[in-house]
């Protein structure tokens, strides 16, 4: 199984929609992140969490929000879909004496019509 | 605010081919810069991270460079192979985002190594 899951891998959703994002770890973690990754564009933080009760917005937050659940559990949300957010959008871990990414999912490839 | 960039953002080489990947940013002050893997439908993997205070780091065929004066970073293949096409980016973490440690990414470049 992999280390770091995403839930879905894809998804199609309709403007004005609710979506979540779910993410889950099984490297015993403290920290998670979400992150956009668009076409021609690195990829950019959205939210990261040190622990359960620390939640970071990061560069790009505006339209987002996050639930920390648990700590192997890191969802990410869009409470009103817009087609600006079709992107490829990553989780990822690292441990307490990592204060950068180390481990990443597959993805989850939202398209909002 | 740091900016990171990656050209060329597509490159093919034959098989065998010795090759160097550029990232290029554009303030110096940074605690380490970072090379990841990422292949069609897959995370990123790390491959590479070179300290401040590092010129350079190696794992088996791939060798990272930095020069934090110039603001550039090279990543050396040696004797590529089919299976080292994937995109390569590149990520700097800089000093001043204090706490918040962001990594700035490249956009990227997409390598393929033909038969």
């Known amino acids: 199984d992999a280390d770091v899951t995403q839930t879905p891998r894809n998804r199609i959703t309709k403007t004005g929609k609710r979506i979540m994002l779910e993410c889950s770890q099984t490297?015993?973690?403290?920290?998670m992140y979400w992150y956009r990754q668009d076409p021609g564009l690195g990829l950019r933080l959205i939210y990261y969490?040190?622990?359960?009760?620390?939640?970071n917005k990061g560069e790009i937050s505006d339209g987002y929000s996050v639930s920390r659940q648990a700590q192997a559990k890191f969802s990410l949300s869009l409470e009103s879909a817009i087609p600006n957010q079709t992107a490829l959008y990553f989780c990822?871990?690292?441990?307490?004496?990592?204060?950068?990414?180390?481990?990443f999912g597959d993805g989850t490839r939202l398209s909002i019509l | 605010k740091q900016e990171v960039t990656q050209i060329p953002a597509a490159l093919s080489v034959p098989e065998g081919e010795n090759l160097v990947l550029n990232c290029s940013f554009t303030?110096?002050?940074?605690?380490?810069l970072q090379w990841f893997r990422q292949d069609p439908g897959k995370g990123l993997t790390s491959l590479l991270l070179?300290?401040?205070?590092?010129r350079e780091q190696t794992s088996g065929r791939l060798n990272a460079s930095l020069d934090k004066s110039s603001g550039r970073s090279t990543l050396y293949i040696a004797a590529s192979q089919p299976g080292d096409s994937a995109t390569y980016l590149c990520?700097?973490?800089?000093?001043?985002?204090?706490?918040?440690?962001?990594?700035?990414f490249g956009s990227g470049t997409q390598l393929t190594v033909l038969p």
């Open positions: 990822a871990t690292s441990d307490i004496s990592g204060a950068q990414p180390q481990h």
């Open positions: 490297k015993g973690h403290d920290r």
């Open positions: 969490s040190f622990d359960v009760k620390d939640i």
């Open positions: 303030d110096s002050a940074i605690y380490n």
């Open positions: 070179i300290q401040s205070s590092q």
């Open positions: 990520a700097v973490r800089p000093i001043s985002s204090g706490s918040a440690r962001q990594l700035t």
